[in-house]
Nanobody
Framework: QVQLVESGGGSVQAGGSLRLSCAAS????????MGWFRQAPGKEREGVAT???????SYADSVKGRFTISKDNSKNTLYLQMNSLKPEDTAMYYC?????????????????????WGQGTQVTVSS
């Protein structure tokens, strides 16, 4: 089993920065595809960024150049550094992990491709 807990959300002004963390427990996440998703009210959950077992990353076009996904395997923690935040980034952000041995890892994989989910952390960006 893998348990994921997000933290670091909050309210910021447009142009500001925020770093989200996702602590994994129960089983190491280093060998899995890990991703960040977000969901705004009335919208479908969308992929934001992913990082695979080798550290290769993938980003949605909407966040390229502004967001950076990273991980610390020793701490079993995933991060999402968000810079130059825009009001349209406002959403509940979720950490997710694919099942073990599933190699495909892309920001464009749908949420149904992920087995484990955190509870979410709210990010609100005001203009």
């Amino acid at each position: 089993q893998v348990q994921l807990v997000e933290s670091g959300g909050g309210s910021v002004q447009a142009g500001g920065s925020l770093r989200l963390s996702c602590a994994a427990s129960g089983y190491p996440s280093s060998g899995r595809c890990m991703g960040w998703f977000r969901q705004a009210p009335g919208k479908e959950r969308e992929g934001v960024a992913t990082i695979d077992r080798n550290g290769s990353t993938s980003y949605a076009d909407s966040v390229k150049g502004r967001f950076t996904i990273s991980k610390d395997n020793s701490k079993n923690t995933l991060y999402l550094q968000m810079n130059s935040l825009k009001p349209e980034d406002t959403a509940m952000y979720y950490c997710a992990a694919r099942g073990a041995w599933l190699t495909a890892c892309s920001a464009y994989l749908g949420p149904g491709e992920y087995r484990y989910w955190g509870q979410g952390t709210q990010v609100t960006v005001s203009s």
